[in-house]
């Protein structure tokens, strides 16, 4: 029976390639690959899409060319062709499949991430009016008493705003200095009131506006005036 132009052509390739790689013969291709002479005979019929894909690796590795190179000897053009517009068609599903998939889930974590927003936002609230609650609770009726007694005096109240603060200083809020206090003035620290006068770092200056702090990161620099004489010596 004579053979396929196809098989000869397949066969001067395959034997090139073998020549190459100094293998005699398609028997020791066979013992040195480990794909039976049955699957060489497929490939040099034409049948290489029928090859699994491991004896294609196998045969590549032991002719020393890479399995694209292997595929482009022994794949015809047409063939080629088909096979790559059925793996794109595959591709391309694949991507759309994945890409939905992702957009999917996106949004889900994007809606579990505003109920989280939604849900923290509530619990600060909470913990929030819970802490001014004595607050919240005397402070409207001793605003209404003051005014109606304008003689009531002031220290009388400052127990009412104890809870703010002690709510800022749950949040990291931290006072810097204290009215009246002396201290060396330093630029970054303190910040000289407009028309107060002037004053170069380490100088005594007076705190008239405390400065503060939130998680140890300046918020707000006191405000300082220069230290007069009758201030040192009272």
Known sequence: MNQSTPYVSNQQKLQQLMEEAEIANFEQLSQLSGVSQWQLNRLLTGLLPKLPITDLLKLSQVLKISLEQLLLQFETTESLSADWEIASQGISANIDSNAMALQQEYKQLQQQLNQQKERLEKEFQGSSIAALESWLLQ?????????????????????????????LKQWGLEMKGSVGEVVS??????????????????????????????????????????????????
């Open 139 to 167: 402070w409207p009726t001793a605003a209404i008493v003051a005014q109606k007694n304008p003689e009531i005096s002031a220290v009388k109240l400052l127990p009412l705003v104890k809870p703010i603060f002690e709510l």
């Open 185 to 234: 003035y330093n630029p970054q620290l303190h910040q000289l009131l407009e028309g107060g006068g002037h004053a170069e770092p380490g100088d005594p200056v007076i705190i008239r506006y405390v400065g503060y702090s939130h998680d140890h990161k300046l918020l707000y620099r006191a405000k300082v005036s220069p230290v007069k004489k009758e201030e040192t010596t009272s």
